[in-house]
């Protein structure tokens, strides 16, 4: 068993020294893919996020529209809009999109909401006007929250994007595809499957330390021990 486990290491090894161009730039449009699907959602979910927190009846209208989104499974979705977008990148993207609306909304939706009412009212009360109150005051203390969100949808945007191979999209699912069709090809798997986490492992790690060091709590025990 050992032995084993030991020679398909030593070929995991083999195969990235052998194929390190090929996996890199697999890796890179894997995390592009991924990146863009979550970024073109950001772009349009926290600004409706926060108009979202204004209109009680527009914010339940729209999480339930994300909310049966979120529930269709992946390959299908992806299967729906092979119809309309061809085969490619652009159509995972789309996809990761999708997908990524519900986590953005939902914590722009409530980092805005939970605002204290009394801050609001002294920004205010100091001649501020909604405009400012929402730069000033509300976006800063939800921007922890809006992370949160963020790094939820980039974290669950790299696993799908794996199952974006089967429409011809590329990235690191190809490897791990080509593994399941060799006839002993496991440490092909391994090659594809092994960055794949580690990329979600850095990118929660990464936007985990942002979103503590953004957090209101944090900021207001740095400044008080600087004093």
Known sequence: MWQELVTKWQELIAYYGQNYDYIWSQFVQHFLMAGYG???????AIPLGVYMARKKVLSSIVFSITNVIQTIPA???LSVLLLFFGLGANTV????FLY???????????GIKNVDEVLLENGTAMG?????????VQLPLSFSVILAGLRTA????????AIGTFIGAGGLGDII????NASDGMSIVLAGAIPTALMA??????LGGLERKFSPVKRLQAGQAGR
């Open 38 to 44: 979550v970024l073109f959602a950001a772009i349009v």
């Open 75 to 77: 390959l299908a979705l």
């Open 93 to 96: 993207v789309i996809a990761l």
């Open 100 to 110: 990524s609306l519900l986590p953005i909304l939902r914590n722009t939706y409530t």
């Open 128 to 136: 501020m006007t909604k405009r400012q109150v929402l730069w000033m």
């Open 154 to 161: 980039l974290v669950v945007a790299i696993g799908i994007t």
């Open 177 to 180: 595809v080509r593994g399941t």
């Open 201 to 206: 492992v850095m990118a929660d790690i990464v």
